[in-house]
Each structure stands twice: as structure tokens, then as C-alpha cells.
């Protein structure tokens, strides 16, 4: 069995959950069967003009009922024609892309920050899957509106931040884990570069393993093109230089093995 | 995968494959460098025996690694790149990707880029006793700072490097010439008169695109080499006009998307095509490319691709 799945996926349902957030659900049983947290796919647009494909998070993989759910932003015309898709509708989809979460086995904080909460959705729920004795928090930041939030209740316990201080601590990820006095022994993160950024010095300074997944513009999503490295602290085996490729090698990386610009 | 004998009769009555320097094509389809690796990630999902060629990202003497990120940006019909010819460096190539495209029945074109003459010249020499059948010189890469385009815009810088690599080459050499010049005749003649074997053209467009909500541009690099199909029907018109004016073979590449755009491109005079940008609009661009240009053939009737090649000039 190859992979990577490409072809046209049936649209199950769509609908918007927030404020240019949408919530989409594929039937992709080829992707579904073999994807992980943190993997992520790659949508082609219809639109002839709009060339590249726009890699997307998993947030949710039901293997059992073939489907894989993906929460996304409307960031330009290419998601914006995502948003139009309505049940029936085909796109075509290449996936599962990238290596995913791997598991500690050790508490663990789950951090998303605006629109890298959807893929630690799907990771809550292997973790309390495949580690039902580790305890797991989920500490979400949000500028303001929130969404997807009685997803993550379903999975544990939830600590919210948000910017605008309407809901949870005011301010920052990091604040709410501070001010309710949280500890864990990895971090796992989605999220704005200033975020991970943060992270990893919080993770360095508490000695704690930390995983953080990133964005890059991507062209193939394949690892052939070398469009999305990372600039890596030791160099790559396969690229010979102090890079990675973000598609291939990531999106998750250690957060001591990259140089976060 | 068609099983029908009826079909598989029919696909014997038509030659698909192709001559350039005496080797043989088994289709005129390759993949143009920078867009493909060299193979492995994309043979995951594409039946790399189903292409006339390989022709692989950029290798130089040394590793390199590339321009900062983002290096790439969509554009209408097109896209931006300044990847900045980040490649692992002619020792691990040899060790590692000229094995394994040696695994599939297809030719290998090893695209080579460098600062100096004496950079091409010691990545054309390391390839002398090595299995692959063509070098393509890159001398039209518009996103580093020295080498590449540097060479690629000065009929006399052409005509040298042409001459030095060729002293050195084991192998047929191809020079990939840059579209970003006032006459690319001249620059072909220069090629030409170099001693080159062929020509690869076009290479990307030179362009920019700026971010106005921040104010910024998109790319690291500020500005990056324009592709996809954006840029075919220039890459058309200099084909014909570089076919007009050399006797060299050409292969011909720029936002050639479908089996359409690759006979454009070989009526113009193209002998082959490469599909580049069009692989990531479609992991199978290349494969559906050379299938298309087979049903052409069908369709009219024309027993052999060779008899479309040039045929408008």
C-alpha cells in the first residue's frame, strides 16, 4: 500500500464555525485509513488560475467511517473557493502528507493557538487512545471568538486564552498555563511562529520535550521542490545543508532541532 | 493501465519516442529541473518508467543551501519561486539519486549549476564515468547572486562556458538558456557557436509580488523566477524563434500543463518538452502529457511524433 492517497473526495459536509473559519468533512477513505495527528493534506483548487495546493491540518480521521475533517481559515481566493464546496461536491486531495505527532508517553500539554487548534484535536484524541493513563491539557489561545471548543471538552480538560480577555485568562497560551499553575512534561504545539517561539524557550528553561509542528508556503507538499525548509541546527541528512523540508521531515519537529526565524 | 488488445494495437501503430545527440526518448515528455527532485519523492505516486526523462534539480560541486524562506508565491495562472538552487552537492548525488534513477527504465539528464566556470567544470568532470545521459547546464537560474543568469545574459559569457564545460563533458551537453534577455537568438547562436549538443529553453521569468495589506514583497528574496502557464506562449514564440535561427535540438519547457501545450511547443520546434510547474498542479501532469500526445497522433492519423516536430516553421 503506497502512502500517499491522490484523487477526487466526496464533500460529507461543510459548515462555518467562526468568523472565516470553516469546517469541512471528506469522504477519503484511502487518506483516512493511514493518517496520524499532525499530518496534514493538500487540496487542489478548480479554479485553473490558482495553481498550487493548499496544504491543510487534519483535525479529526474517522479510519472507521473512511472520513477525514479539516477546520480551516479563509486566507485568500484558494480557501475561498473551499468554502463553497457543499455536500456532493468533489475536490481533489493528496494525502496524507507529512510525519505527524510522535508519542512520549508523558503528561503532556497540547497547545493550538489560532488556526493550528484543529490538528491538536485529532491529537488529544490518540493520545487518550493510545495513552489512557498520561494525563493531557489542552490550553487553547484564541484572539477571541472560539471554535471547536466543546470538541476539546470532549477530550479532557481545556484552558482557554484569549487576547481580547472575553473568555479564560487574558492574554496568551503561556499566561493561562501560569496563572492555573499547570506543569507537564512535554509540549505538543500548533500554531503563530511568535507562539512557538515562545514555547520552546518556556520548554527549555522547565526542561521539557517539546514538539512543535510549522507552516511554510509549499508548492509540491511531496518534498521535492524544497520550497518549505526550516532552518535546522545540525545539518540534514537528506538535503546535505542546515535544512529540513517542512512537507516531508515535518511539519513536527523537535523544537531543539530547528532554528526558529 | 488500458487492457483493451484493441487499444494496445492501436498505441503499436504510433512512435512516440525521440533522437536528441543519438540517444533515444521513448517519449518526448520529461520533467524540468527544479520541479521534480530527482524522482524518489515523486515516484511514490508517478510510474517513473512512463517518462522519456529525468532531468534532475540543479547539482553543484558543493551543497548549497538556498535562499531564505518563503520562497515561493502564487500568482495568477503562475507562480514565484527563489528556492535558490538549494541542492545536497555532486558527492551524495552520485551516491545516492543517479542509483537510484538507474532503478527505472528512463534516460537521466543531471541539471548542473555553479558560482564559476570552474564550479560547472568539477561537477561536469565528477559526472564523466557516471550512468547518466545528458548534462544540462544551467546558466539561467534568476535567483542567486553569482553564477547562474550571470552567465546566461552575455552572448560572449555563454559561448565560453558552452566551450569550457564542453572540453570536460563525458557526456552530450544541453545549455538552458533564460528568457530574460533582449534576443535569446543570440543567445542560442552563442551556445551554438560554443560547441553545445542542445538546448533547453525557457527558464523562469524574473518577477516580483508584494504583499499590500503588510507592504511587504511575498518572497524572501524579494524577487523570484515566474512559471506555470502564465508563461507559455512566451516560452512558444522563443522556441520557434531560437528553431529558426540554430540547428540545434531544442527541448522546450515553460507552463507546459497539458499534452495540448507540449505539441505547441513541438510544432514550434521542440524535438521534446519538459513538464515542470505542472507536476505540482498534478503529480500525474507528466505521465497524462505523454499519454495525450499518443492520442494526438491517433486522433490525426500521424504515425510517428517526429513528423510534428518543427513542423510550423
Redesign the interface.
Same mark, same amino acid.
Given at each position: 500500500m503506497a502512502n500517499k492517497w491522490e484523487g477526487q473526495a466526496l464533500v460529507r459536509k461543510q459548515a462555518q464555525i467562526g468568523d472565516g473559519i470553516f469546517d469541512l468533512t471528506l469522504q477519503a477513505d484511502e487518506i483516512a485509513a493511514r493518517a496520524r495527528a499532525g499530518q496534514f493534506v493538500s487540496l487542489y483548487c478548480r479554479d485553473g488560475a490558482r495553481i498550487l495546493p493548499r496544504p491543510v491540518s487534519l483535525c479529526e480521521i474517522n479510519a472507521g467511517e473512511g472520513t477525514i475533517r479539516l477546520v480551516y481559515r479563509v486566507a485568500g481566493k484558494g480557501t475561498k473557493e473551499f468554502s463553497g464546496l457543499r455536500e456532493g461536491d468533489a475536490v481533489r486531495v493528496l494525502g496524507p502528507l507529512g510525519n505527524g505527532f510522535s508519542f512520549r508517553g508523558k503528561s503532556a500539554f497540547l497547545i493550538g493557538g489560532g488556526i493550528g487548534i484543529p490538528p491538536m484535536l485529532e491529537l488529544a484524541k490518540e493520545l487518550n487512545e493510545k495513552e489512557p493513563q498520561t494525563e493531557h491539557k489542552m490550553i487553547l489561545g484564541y484572539r477571541s471568538e472560539r471554535f471547536l471548543l466543546e470538541d476539546f471538552r470532549a477530550q479532557g480538560e481545556v484552558f482557554v486564552a484569549t487576547e481580547d480577555g472575553s473568555a479564560g485568562t487574558k492574554g496568551n497560551v503561556l499566561d493561562a498555563i501560569r496563572e492555573n499553575h499547570l506543569s507537564a512534561d512535554v509540549i505538543y504545539a500548533c500554531g503563530p511562529m511568535p507562539m512557538l517561539r515562545a514555547l520552546k524557550a518556556y520548554a527549555q528553561e522547565n526542561r521539557m520535550e517539546c514538539f512543535l509542528s510549522l507552516e511554510e508556503r509549499m508548492a509540491c507538499g511531496i518534498g521535492a521542490c524544497l520550497a518549505c525548509v526550516c532552518k535546522t541546527k545540525e545539518t540534514d541528512p537528506h538535503t546535505n545543508v542546515r535544512n529540513k523540508r517542512i512537507c516531508k521531515e515535518g511539519p513536527v519537529f523537535d523544537a531543539g532541532e530547528v532554528e526558529l526565524s | 493501465m488500458n487492457k483493451n488488445p484493441d487499444r494496445n494495437m492501436e498505441k503499436a501503430a504510433v512512435n512516440t519516442s525521440v533522437q536528441i545527440c543519438g540517444i533515444t526518448f521513448k517519449n518526448p515528455v520529461m520533467t524540468a529541473s527544479? *520541479?521534480?527532485?530527482s524522482g524518489? @519523492?515523486?515516484s @511514490?505516486?508517478v510510474d517513473l518508467n512512463r517518462l522519456g526523462a529525468v532531468v534532475t534539480?540543479g547539482v553543484a560541486n558543493v %551543497?548549497?543551501? $538556498?535562499n %531564505? *524562506?518563503?520562497? &515561493?508565491? @502564487?500568482v495568477?495562472? $503562475?507562480?514565484l519561486?527563489a &528556492?535558490g538552487l538549494?541542492n545536497?552537492?555532486i558527492e551524495?548525488f552520485c551516491k545516492r539519486d543517479i542509483p537510484f534513477l538507474r532503478r527505472f527504465d528512463t534516460r537521466i539528464i543531471v541539471n548542473v549549476c555553479g558560482k564559476s566556470a570552474a564550479d560547472y567544470c568539477e561537477v561536469v568532470e565528477r559526472l564523466a564515468n557516471e550512468p547518466v545521459d545528458m548534462l544540462e547546464i544551467n546558466i539561467s537560474c534568476p535567483n542567486v547572486k553569482e553564477g547562474g543568469i550571470a552567465f546566461g545574459q552575455d552572448p560572449k559569457a555563454v559561448e565560453a562556458i558552452t566551450s569550457e564545460v564542453k572540453k570536460r563533458a563525458a557526456q552530450p551537453v544541453i545549455m538552458k538558456l533564460s528568457p530574460n534577455v533582449t534576443d535569446i537568438t543570440e543567445i542560442a547562436r552563442a551556445a551554438e557557436a560554443g560547441g553545445a549538443d542542445a538546448l533547453s529553453l525557457i527558464n523562469t521569468l524574473t518577477g516580483m509580488k508584494i504583499d499590500i495589506e503588510r507592504r511587504t514583497f511575498v518572497l524572501a528574496n524579494k524577487t523570484g523566477g515566474l512559471s $506555470?502557464?502564465a508563461i507559455h506562449p512566451i516560452a512558444v514564440r522563443m522556441v520557434y524563434q531560437v528553431a529558426q535561427t540554430v540547428s540545434l535540438p531544442i527541448i522546450g519547457m515553460g507552463g507546459i500543463v497539458t499534452a495540448e501545450d507540449a505539441i505547441e511547443m513541438i510544432l514550434a520546434g521542440a524535438t521534446a518538452v519538459s513538464v515542470g510547474?505542472a507536476?505540482?498542479?498534478? &503529480?500525474?501532469a507528466a505521465e497524462k502529457a505523454a499519454d495525450g500526445i499518443e492520442d494526438y497522433l491517433r486522433r490525426h492519423g500521424i504515425a510517428d511524433v517526429r513528423e510534428l516536430v518543427g513542423a510550423l516553421l
Amino acid at each position: 500500500m503506497a502512502n500517499k492517497w491522490e484523487g477526487q473526495a466526496l464533500v460529507r459536509k461543510q459548515a462555518q464555525i467562526g468568523d472565516g473559519i470553516f469546517d469541512l468533512t471528506l469522504q477519503a477513505d484511502e487518506i483516512a485509513a493511514r493518517a496520524r495527528a499532525g499530518q496534514f493534506v493538500s487540496l487542489y483548487c478548480r479554479d485553473g488560475a490558482r495553481i498550487l495546493p493548499r496544504p491543510v491540518s487534519l483535525c479529526e480521521i474517522n479510519a472507521g467511517e473512511g472520513t477525514i475533517r479539516l477546520v480551516y481559515r479563509v486566507a485568500g481566493k484558494g480557501t475561498k473557493e473551499f468554502s463553497g464546496l457543499r455536500e456532493g461536491d468533489a475536490v481533489r486531495v493528496l494525502g496524507p502528507l507529512g510525519n505527524g505527532f510522535s508519542f512520549r508517553g508523558k503528561s503532556a500539554f497540547l497547545i493550538g493557538g489560532g488556526i493550528g487548534i484543529p490538528p491538536m484535536l485529532e491529537l488529544a484524541k490518540e493520545l487518550n487512545e493510545k495513552e489512557p493513563q498520561t494525563e493531557h491539557k489542552m490550553i487553547l489561545g484564541y484572539r477571541s471568538e472560539r471554535f471547536l471548543l466543546e470538541d476539546f471538552r470532549a477530550q479532557g480538560e481545556v484552558f482557554v486564552a484569549t487576547e481580547d480577555g472575553s473568555a479564560g485568562t487574558k492574554g496568551n497560551v503561556l499566561d493561562a498555563i501560569r496563572e492555573n499553575h499547570l506543569s507537564a512534561d512535554v509540549i505538543y504545539a500548533c500554531g503563530p511562529m511568535p507562539m512557538l517561539r515562545a514555547l520552546k524557550a518556556y520548554a527549555q528553561e522547565n526542561r521539557m520535550e517539546c514538539f512543535l509542528s510549522l507552516e511554510e508556503r509549499m508548492a509540491c507538499g511531496i518534498g521535492a521542490c524544497l520550497a518549505c525548509v526550516c532552518k535546522t541546527k545540525e545539518t540534514d541528512p537528506h538535503t546535505n545543508v542546515r535544512n529540513k523540508r517542512i512537507c516531508k521531515e515535518g511539519p513536527v519537529f523537535d523544537a531543539g532541532e530547528v532554528e526558529l526565524s | 493501465m488500458n487492457k483493451n488488445p484493441d487499444r494496445n494495437m492501436e498505441k503499436a501503430a504510433v512512435n512516440t519516442s525521440v533522437q536528441i545527440c543519438g540517444i533515444t526518448f521513448k517519449n518526448p515528455v520529461m520533467t524540468a529541473s527544479g *520541479t521534480f527532485g530527482s524522482g524518489e @519523492e515523486y515516484s @511514490e505516486l508517478v510510474d517513473l518508467n512512463r517518462l522519456g526523462a529525468v532531468v534532475t534539480k540543479g547539482v553543484a560541486n558543493v %551543497p548549497w543551501p $538556498g535562499n %531564505p *524562506t518563503p520562497r &515561493v508565491a @502564487e500568482v495568477y495562472g $503562475g507562480m514565484l519561486n527563489a &528556492v535558490g538552487l538549494q541542492n545536497p552537492g555532486i558527492e551524495l548525488f552520485c551516491k545516492r539519486d543517479i542509483p537510484f534513477l538507474r532503478r527505472f527504465d528512463t534516460r537521466i539528464i543531471v541539471n548542473v549549476c555553479g558560482k564559476s566556470a570552474a564550479d560547472y567544470c568539477e561537477v561536469v568532470e565528477r559526472l564523466a564515468n557516471e550512468p547518466v545521459d545528458m548534462l544540462e547546464i544551467n546558466i539561467s537560474c534568476p535567483n542567486v547572486k553569482e553564477g547562474g543568469i550571470a552567465f546566461g545574459q552575455d552572448p560572449k559569457a555563454v559561448e565560453a562556458i558552452t566551450s569550457e564545460v564542453k572540453k570536460r563533458a563525458a557526456q552530450p551537453v544541453i545549455m538552458k538558456l533564460s528568457p530574460n534577455v533582449t534576443d535569446i537568438t543570440e543567445i542560442a547562436r552563442a551556445a551554438e557557436a560554443g560547441g553545445a549538443d542542445a538546448l533547453s529553453l525557457i527558464n523562469t521569468l524574473t518577477g516580483m509580488k508584494i504583499d499590500i495589506e503588510r507592504r511587504t514583497f511575498v518572497l524572501a528574496n524579494k524577487t523570484g523566477g515566474l512559471s $506555470g502557464p502564465a508563461i507559455h506562449p512566451i516560452a512558444v514564440r522563443m522556441v520557434y524563434q531560437v528553431a529558426q535561427t540554430v540547428s540545434l535540438p531544442i527541448i522546450g519547457m515553460g507552463g507546459i500543463v497539458t499534452a495540448e501545450d507540449a505539441i505547441e511547443m513541438i510544432l514550434a520546434g521542440a524535438t521534446a518538452v519538459s513538464v515542470g510547474t505542472a507536476n505540482f498542479m498534478d &503529480v500525474h501532469a507528466a505521465e497524462k502529457a505523454a499519454d495525450g500526445i499518443e492520442d494526438y497522433l491517433r486522433r490525426h492519423g500521424i504515425a510517428d511524433v517526429r513528423e510534428l516536430v518543427g513542423a510550423l516553421l
